[in-house]
C-alpha cells in the first residue's frame, strides 16, 4: 500500500513540476519550434536510422543462422548453444515487423536447423505469401522437402554432409 501511495504522489509530483519546467524553459527561449519542413526531414532521418538498423539485425541473425549450418554440417554441437539465442533474435524482429517476408524466413529457418521441420513449412508459405522472390525460401523449401523424402526423417535433420545426392535423383 505504501508504495502506490509514494507512487501516486511521485506522479503528482512530476505532474506539476513539468508543466512549470516547460514553461520555464518557453520563457527562456531554450525550446525550439520546428517547421514543418524540419519535422519532416527529421522524420526521414528517423526512418532511414530505423530501416538502417533493423536491416543490420537480419543481417546480424541471418549470419548466426549461417554459422550453426556450417557446425550442423561439420558436426559439431557447438550450433545448439547458439540456437535458442538466435530463435529468440528473429522471433523479436518478427513481432516487430510481421508482414515482412524476411523477418518470418530468418524464424523458419531457425525453425529448420532447430529440426521443427513442420514449423518451419508454416512460416515458409506467409514467406512465400509476402514475396514469392526470396531466393532463401525456395532453398530452404527445398531442403525441407528432401528431408521429408528421406526414409526415417521424422520431421528430424539428419547429417547428409557425405550424400551427393545422385541416389536421391535416381530413385535408388
Not at 85 to 111: C, H, I
Not at 144 to 154: Q, W
Amino acid at each position: 500500500m505504501k508504495k502506490i501511495v509514494v507512487a501516486v504522489a511521485l506522479i503528482l509530483v512530476f505532474i506539476t513540476t513539468g508543466s512549470t519546467l516547460a514553461e520555464a524553459a518557453s520563457d527562456k527561449g531554450i525550446v525550439k519550434s520546428f517547421s514543418e519542413d524540419e519535422l519532416r526531414e527529421l522524420w526521414k532521418l528517423f526512418e532511414k536510422f530505423s530501416e538502417e538498423k533493423l536491416q543490420n539485425e537480419i543481417k546480424e541473425v541471418s549470419t548466426t543462422l549461417d554459422k550453426i549450418e556450417g557446425l550442423q554440417d561439420d558436426g559439431d554441437n557447438e550450433w545448439k548453444g547458439l540456437i535458442m539465442d538466435v530463435y529468440k533474435n528473429a522471433l523479436k524482429l518478427y513481432k516487430r515487423e510481421p508482414g515482412m517476408p524476411e523477418t518470418s524466413l530468418l524464424v523458419a529457418r531457425s525453425f529448420y536447423y532447430n529440426e521443427r521441420l513442420s514449423r518451419a513449412k508454416t512460416l515458409l508459405r506467409k514467406v512465400f505469401y509476402y514475396d514469392g522472390g526470396l531466393v532463401g525460401a525456395y532453398i530452404l523449401d527445398l531442403d525441407i522437402k528432401l528431408l521429408e523424402s528421406k526414409p526415417n526423417s521424422s520431421d528430424q535433420r539428419t547429417d547428409f554432409t557425405s550424400d551427393d545426392g545422385v541416389d536421391f535423383l535416381y530413385g535408388s
